[in-house]
């Protein structure tokens, strides 16, 4: 975890960069159909978590990047996966069949 975080700073600090004022809010969505990302904005996705039973995929995409997430399940579990994407754009997401996942993630506002 702590490499994530370290990482998803690093991104976040490159982003700005230097003598920008910036608004940083942090959020969790519980099976979003999709993120609103304004033209001001930034958002990082840094954790999904999804509960399933069967096999699935999960699929989420903008303007500036696109992550696939399968997995081959035998039994009901839950699955943390660390992921950190950079996203200029609304997120859309997709998935193989219902189950619950929730998305952690971090949104930046450029201040003009």
Known sequence: MRT???ILKSMIENELGENRAYVISHH????PNRIDVARDETVFI?????????DFWLEFHSATDSR???KQLSSSQLIEDDIISRHKGSINFSQSHAFDYKVQYV???IVK
């Open 107 to 109: 949104k930046i506002k």
């Open 28 to 31: 969790q969505a519980e099976n």
């Open 4 to 6: 994530t975080e370290s």
């Open 46 to 54: 840094h954790n999904i978590s999804v509960q399933a039973s069967i």
């Open 68 to 70: 696939l997430i399968e």
